[in-house]
């Protein structure tokens, strides 16, 4: 039902980002999705990863702090609006989106992953009232 | 345990008795066999006739650390170099080394001292301890070394330098009892936990000293590991570690006053403190043969308590140290102690301990910014969170040092850990 993010602590110094890449990269495990929230000194970044138990170990080793965090993908018909519609479902039952981020778009359809105050409810709001405008969930195992 | 029952529990009377003679002793020995005492007395008119006891010390002169480096490398020694049987140095920040002797007699008592530390950590003949000082010039290994081999426990000089080679060998010959720097002890504890072998490890003691720490880290300390920590206290020129020792009730060190007359002066006015005042330590040895020193300012700030301890020592005792007068930072006219940050982090328990001061001039204010490391238990996946974090401990040492300071979160293990003293202070205001 969820999908397992990692998200990695990082200092805005130079190589980071491409230190967190490269040790992933040696270890054979392919980053799916990557979106970089920062401030002035830090930042997180948020992965999707082909074995992301291995990709904790190995980050763990190379000295990084890591937390693996429970996120929603779900995909939907690559039409005008659907993203609004998504919101307006949330919305509606006072649901807050903490972030969200792409995954993979084709001309037909998008996938996105996104957390919310309570991924539960999420997953519950769109198995009832996603399939009407074609949003459905996404199993981990199908990205 | 206690090693020396007859000098550790003898009434005050008898050790101001006891004290009186062997001071009286020493400023003869100094007067006649040091010229630099001899001339220091001289021009102040006293002559060591004049000192009759305990009560006349305030009499004499003090003596400094410049003064041992004025008199490099042997100049106040006060036997010929052929009854020297060992040299002790260490490297100052700035200048020359401080040079320290000892005789035969000064090294067994100087193990003396440290089988009484030993023994009022529970470390006795049976114990295998692991000494974790460095080895060489500097006091710590050799001090610990020849201590615990007087005590009759099994040694094994570890020195510093590989951590999991450490652990390995704590594991395998069963050690129960550590003497290191308390900072590497809380490496060492981190270790055994990556390597996974807390349940392995038998310790059951740790013997810590050479730099200053707090009551906070060492109940982390004994906690981590599930032992007992002690702080011992010792400095080079007086001797080294074993100079005063905590016990089971952490209630101040004890010091060893047989051997080292301990005085608390006022630093400003360089007057005896009042009675439980903090203030500055100074020591007069009364024992030493190679190196005598007469009322040495340590620059170490406590307060002394002469009351019986819980254990049944009468020895007097140290309060734990608010640092040194020469940590001490000034920062925007306020006095600031790293313990104190080390303090505050600890008593938030949402941080690791290892932190760094920054601090610096901009505009002609001073600046103080402090990066905590941000460990994998404290992180979270918000940086909404991340920054409560940050605000958190800003608030935290703002109320303990009563002025603002930029907090940095950094990477884990990013802050340089030390196999010796930590080092906590970056004050870049030098410079300008
Ligand atoms: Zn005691």
Redesign the interface.
Known sequence: MYVK?I?I???NRKG?LEDVCTCLDENGINIKSIIL?D?N??G?I?MIVSDVDKAKLVL?EA?????I?NVVAIKFPHTKGMLKKLLEIFSEEELNI?YMYGLSTTTEEAIIVF?TSDNEKAVNLIENKGGEYGIAIIEESNI | MIWNETKECMSRDEMSALQSARLVKTVNRVYHNVEFYRKKMQAVGIEPGDIKGIEDISKLPYTTKDDLRDNYPFGLFAVPQSEIVRIHASSGTTGKATVVGYTRKDIDIWSECVSRALSTAGVGKDDIIQVAYGYGLFTGGLGLHYGAENTGATVVPMSTGNTKKLITMMEDFGATAIACTPSYLLHIAETIKEMGVKDKIKLKAAVCGAEPWTEQMRIQIEEELGINAFDIYGLSEIMGPGVAMDCKFHKGLHVYEDHFLPEIITPDTLEPAAPGEVGELVFTTLTKEGLPLIRYRTKDLTSIDYSTCECGRTLARISRFKGRSDDMLIIRGVNVFPSQIEAALLEMGETSPHYMMIVDRENNLDTLEIQVEVEERFFTDEIRQLEQLSKKIGNAIHQALGISAKIKLVEPKTIERSMGKAKHVIDNRKLV
């Open positions: 993010q998200s602590f990082v200092e980071r929230a401030t000194e830090y997180l948020r763990k000295g990084f702090s890591t937390i965090t903490e957390k």
